[in-house]
């Protein structure tokens, strides 16, 4: 069974950072391509950041480029979003979600996602 499980969301205050954890069990990780997303009500959601299967290549959002940094690590299985410099128009719900294998993408999972709010 597969199985996303995001972590690490809070309330932080606007300049804070912040660090979210996609645990995942069930397909096999070094073949999949990981991502973020994140969504505020009324929206749809939106890439934040990416992450090939090899960890080599990632890839921002324009919003958060430079703000924040996506990383894998393949023997925990985890993928993380360090978030820095939080504004609150980072506000969102995360999502961690792992597409592959490889570029073939015949297959999406997700996560339930874990709140983030940048607020004083």
């Known amino acids: 069974q597969v199985q996303l499980v995001e972590s690490g969301g809070d309330l932080v205050q606007p300049g804070g950072s912040l660090r979210l954890s996609c645990s995942t069990s069930g397909f096999t990780f070094s073949m999949f391509n990981m991502k973020w997303y994140r969504q505020t009500p009324g929206k749809e959601r939106e890439f934040v950041a990416g992450?090939?299967?090899?960890?080599?290549?990632?890839k921002y959002a324009d919003s958060v480029k430079g703000r924040f940094t996506i990383s894998r690590d393949s023997v925990k299985r985890t993928v993380d979003l360090q978030m820095t410099y939080l504004e609150p128009e980072d506000t969102a719900v995360y999502f961690c979600?792992?597409?592959?294998?490889?570029?073939?993408?015949?297959?999406?999972?997700w996560g339930q996602g874990t709140q983030v709010t940048v607020s004083s």
């Open positions: 992450i090939l299967h090899t960890g080599h290549i990632t």
């Open positions: 979600n792992a597409v592959g294998p490889y570029s073939y993408s015949t297959h999406s999972y």
